[in-house]
């Protein structure tokens, strides 16, 4: 009986690791309707944070309504003021590098929240082959997931701190295979998980007395 009750929380536990995962990292999402596409650039359009706002509003339409429901990319090259450009008056100050830094601590949690994160990142571009400082790839896990981050407060105002920071931006969006990707990962961690409780309950159950 009880290697029964130890076999199925060995088996359990990691699905249902595997299934909250899935959900965050997949499941989660539903392809933008017209009216949805609407309700979000209305949200876009109204924001009157500046230098929040700083959308393409015809790129951005035009991609939401092509949405596939797919996770995508963006492969970001970032190259930094000196010295941050901020509006008179912020009440920040700092480099563009530390300025981005602070835009990024809003960004990552933002994303994380809606199943998206970053896949590389590097401080270090060799200066011989690029004049970039800095470059960023993220997953996100649907345009979904994209737009409702940009319609949030906290992304419009913490963008305050992005464009103090930037000089020169360059992005690319694309579709690609992430090798190895989330899933493989955490099912690779998950099958750990679940040899690790199975050994761990044989050794307590012979370690106790009889």
Not at 36 to 62: C, F, S, W
Request: hydrophobic share 40%; charged share 20%; no cysteine.
């Amino acid at each position: 009986m009880k290697k029964y009750k130890l076999l199925t929380v060995s088996v359990f536990i990691p699905i249902g690791i595997i299934i909250v995962f899935m959900y965050w990292y997949q499941w989660g999402t539903r392809i933008l309707s017209p009216s949805d596409v609407n309700d979000y650039m209305g949200v876009i359009e109204a924001q009157t944070q500046k230098p929040g706002a700083k959308h393409d509003l015809h790129v951005l339409r035009k991609f939401l309504s092509e949405d596939d429901g797919k996770p995508f990319y963006t492969v970001n090259l970032y190259k930094f003021h000196a010295v941050a450009e901020y509006p008179e008056a912020s009440g920040f100050s700092g480099t563009g590098e530390q300025a981005y830094d602070r835009f990024s601590s809003v960004m990552i949690s933002l994303m994380v929240k809606r199943g998206s994160h970053p896949v590389y990142g590097s401080h270090w571009v060799d200066q011989a082959n690029s004049d970039w400082d800095r470059i960023v790839i993220v997953r996100y896990r649907s345009r979904r997931d994209l737009i409702d981050l940009f319609a949030t407060d906290d992304f419009a105002e913490a963008s305050l701190h992005k464009w103090a920071s930037l000089r020169e931006h360059e992005r690319m969006l694309v579709q690609a295979l992430h090798i190895p990707n989330g899933i493989t990962i955490i099912a690779m961690i998950t099958i750990f998980i679940g040899i690790a409780i199975n050994l761990i309950g044989r050794f307590v159950s012979r370690e106790r007395p009889t």
